[in-house]
């Protein structure tokens, strides 16, 4: 059915809306490429889930973008790149990117004195998927890592200027202060929203690291290696779909990130058998 | 298949945890009947999405709990009772019973002054089913509602005396304050776990209401109508299955409400047809 690679597009899936974030990289480093973005927003949070399930609805969203023709999968969502895309890759014929190693790649970049912070849901941290992956790259970091799993509420809530957002941050980032992080990783794609109070909460000289710019750069690295990558003339178009009808808040994050979205498609999710 | 109807369990389903607060209740008033609860943790919370979605996973678990030989469905979830029930009555033959009409029958005995509160998810709220059930009971009544969709995700984390649980409690229930409300419904199952600090932010003089012991009555009655009560010498046993294997929150929930759980079971949703 694949008559058109270069054209197919670019298939994106997060548990919710946070995945956007990486949409609008993508759309900046990769402008002629066509992305079919998937948020499971009837099954969100994914972060307090097990391992098992975060699997299964990482099959089920790339069956999905595979219905779209999707040439590639990225999965833009942190707590399913930390669990899900081994077995992922070991189904799908198409790449599959997650966020976990851009994000380590960037971060072991950034850092000086060799002391990395990651934050992110509590199935993120638990996974270590972002410790395994830094250490891979260099195994004298130090990683201090923090689940925080009231971020994603308080940034659902909009909560972005809000003296409850600043206590739960100054409780989650002290004990990465303390450990002397000059760099830290934002585990999960909806904390780039959050970006501002993050800073100011993990203090002066920090640098904080997410994985959307640095996994577009991976797409696009997969892309021409694979000779799929859209003829560079072209203007790529963003076609948006839930797995449920509720879009107050991708509007709201799709006007902070500057997405046009036009109409947004319902996906019913079919359930695979489990093994 | 229904070969014993009174030995066949209460089915009782919520998204989550929460609903073993009714659970709680109906073990109290109803120590003979065997119980099989299942909760929707692959997909919780329901509290901020759509209407046809929480149908259909009120659809979805009805058919899990039927398949346990259920002789009537207890809704334990005040989002689904809200937005599911009548739907499921359409579609099943044995009694659905949700939690929104005990908790406003409750409501409107407790209040004197006629001026009820009632706080639940953004679903529970939005959906008005509260006020409705209250107006009709008694036209007169004025109802103050309040959506607070931080509350489930700081009850999930055990935050239950925190000021920051403290703070978001005040500036939800401050306008219920205001307009001199005398009554308080807690409009969602999760809610008398945060019972002590919700009843210090709602100040002295208010009665909180919650639904669990009204629906458990209800269902007694409706056992006793249907002649399907189970034989009142014996001691029933209760079942609990997941969707999703994360048992954190619910050994603590059942400690704090002292029931006994043996092995938890895992159940799969299957996605039903949408019409």
């Known amino acids: 059915m694949q008559t058109d690679r270069p054209l197919d597009p670019i298939g994106v899936f997060d548990s919710g809306i946070g995945g956007l974030t990486v949409v609008a990289a993508l759309r900046e480093i990769l402008p002629s490429e066509n992305i079919f973005y998937i948020g499971d927003t009837a099954r969100v949070p994914y972060g307090g889930k097990s391992r098992r399930t975060v699997e299964r609805y990482g099959i089920e969203l ?3 973008l595979l219905a779209e023709h999707a040439k590639i999968i990225v999965v833009a969502c942190n707590t399913a790149s930390a669990l899900a895309v081994p077995r992922m890759r070991d189904m799908f014929k198409v790449p599959v990117q997650g966020v976990v190693a851009p994000g380590a790649a960037a971060a072991v970049k950034s850092t000086r004195n060799k002391t990395i912070g990651v934050i992110g ?4 941290i638990a996974s270590g998927a972002y410790e395994h992956a830094i250490k891979a790259l260099d195994p004298e970091v130090r990683v201090v890592s923090a689940a925080c799993p009231l971020l994603v509420p308080l940034i659902e809530e909009g909560m972005f200027e809000d ?3 600043d206590r739960m941050l100054a409780r989650y980032l002290d004990p990465l202060r303390s450990a002397g ?3 830290l990783v934002l585990g999960c794609t909806h904390y780039p929203l959050l970006r501002t109070a993050i800073a100011r909460a993990a203090g002066p000289g920090v640098s904080l690291v997410d ?5 577009a750069l991976a797409v696009r690295e997969l892309l021409a290696n694979s000779g799929i990558a859209a003829p560079p003339s072209r203007l790529g178009k963003l076609d948006v779909a839930l797995t449920d009808a509720t879009e107050g808040f991708l509007r709201t994050a799709a006007k902070a990130l500057d997405l046009e979205i036009g109409d947004v498609a319902l996906r019913s999710v079919q359930e695979v058998q489990k093994a």
């Open 62 to 64: 790339g069956g999905l």
């Open 121 to 124: 849901t509590r199935a993120t």
């Open 163 to 165: 003296e409850v957002t």
């Open 181 to 183: 992080v000059d760099t």
């Open 211 to 215: 994985s959307a710019e640095n996994c």
